[in-house]
């Protein structure tokens, strides 16, 4: 399902600033920045320079998308309900030119490191085998609804740094109680979702669940910039005086798919178990850097 060719001209009407931004605008930008001055969509002078357009059929190409299961007999962060699979068809798979990740209701006792969880998924990553300090970041993806869904694109830094000092970049995420409702955030040390204080907006998207969207980021030494569909909703700033605990954005973060179960989020409803199997649809993923 790739569209062919790299969109670089935007109408004036595209670059508008979306109106459907529902978050105040102290909450979508960064401290002392009330104000999106720049709009979305792919900046001049950004060229590709690493995509997955999802053309292979059968498992996701091991040479770009490793597979995270390391908290599978612990329990994963937030009080998730899945077990990530690794190169498992069942949960993570290529079919007609589109990346599925699946979370189905099913037993995992059968599974080594199985934690008891009753419910299987998938969490992608380009850990070890890609990372990026700066760019331009879209993916086309189509999300599930299900009550206790919880997809999410996203990246995160080095492992050497405990989390949120890390930082952690929020492209999409959006909850299954709350169908149609985009969330865009920055988690820092200084500004994290455990002390209520991340900076974060969301934008109201009425059919991405039945419709394919574009999910897109510009992160520069100065700013991250969080849109979709060539609209920003989203501005986080540097602040020069916050030093890194305000600002860990300066060094290679790695980009995660994944769709989760319940956990404090996602799971503030309950989970319907009817809903089941749920997926999250990925036409592509690319990523753009400066050039000149």
């Known amino acids: 399902?790739?569209?062919a060719g790299v969109r670089v001209g935007l109408t004036a009407s595209l670059l508008a600033l979306s109106l459907a931004a529902t978050a105040s605008a102290a909450s979508a930008a960064g401290p002392g920045d009330p104000a999106i001055d720049e709009p979305g969509g792919l900046p001049a002078g950004y060229q590709?320079?690493?995509?997955?357009?999802?053309?292979i059929e059968g498992l996701p190409d091991p040479t770009?998308?490793?597979y995270d299961v390391a908290s599978n007999r612990s329990g994963w962060a937030n009080r998730e309900l899945q077990y990530y699979s690794a190169a498992r068809r069942e949960n993570s798979r290529i079919e007609k030119g589109v990346l599925i990740i699946e979370a189905r209701r099913e037993s995992t006792r059968a599974f080594a490191d199985s934690g008891g969880q009753r419910y299987t998924s998938a969490r992608l990553v380009t850990r070890g085998l890609k990372t990026w300090t700066y760019g331009f970041f879209e993916i086309r993806a189509r999300l599930p609804c299900g009550r206790g869904s919880w997809p999410a694109i996203w990246t995160l830094g080095p492992d050497a740094l405990p989390w949120p000092d890390r930082g952690e970049i929020d492209i999409m995420e959006h909850v299954g109680f709350d169908p149609g409702v985009v969330h865009g955030t920055v988690h820092t040390k200084a500004f994290n979702h455990v002390s209520n204080t991340q900076r974060t907006a969301r934008v109201s998207i009425p059919d991405a669940c039945t419709a394919f969207h574009r999910y897109q980021a510009t992160w520069t030494a100065e700013r991250i910039t969080i849109g979709y569909d060539d609209r920003s909703y989203f501005q986080f700033?540097?602040?020069?005086?916050?030093?890194?605990?305000?600002?860990p954005f300066d060094g290679p973060q790695f980009?995660?798919?994944n769709l989760a179960v319940g956990g404090t989020w996602?799971?503030?409803?309950?989970?319907?178990?009817?809903?089941?199997p749920v997926?999250?649809?990925?036409?592509?993923?690319?990523?753009?850097q400066l050039t000149r």
């Not at 320079?49 to 999802?54: N, P």
């Not at 997926?279 to 753009?288: P, S």
Request: charged share 30%; hydrophobic share 45%.
């Open 279 to 288: 997926r999250m649809e990925i036409d592509y993923v690319r990523v753009y």
């Open 255 to 257: 980009m995660l798919l």
């Open 1 to 3: 399902m790739a569209s």
């Open 64 to 66: 770009r998308w490793a």
């Open 237 to 247: 700033r540097r602040d020069p005086a916050g030093g890194h605990e305000a600002w």
């Open 266 to 276: 996602g799971g503030q409803k309950g989970v319907d178990d009817a809903s089941f």
């Open 48 to 55: 590709l320079v690493w995509s997955d357009e999802f053309d």
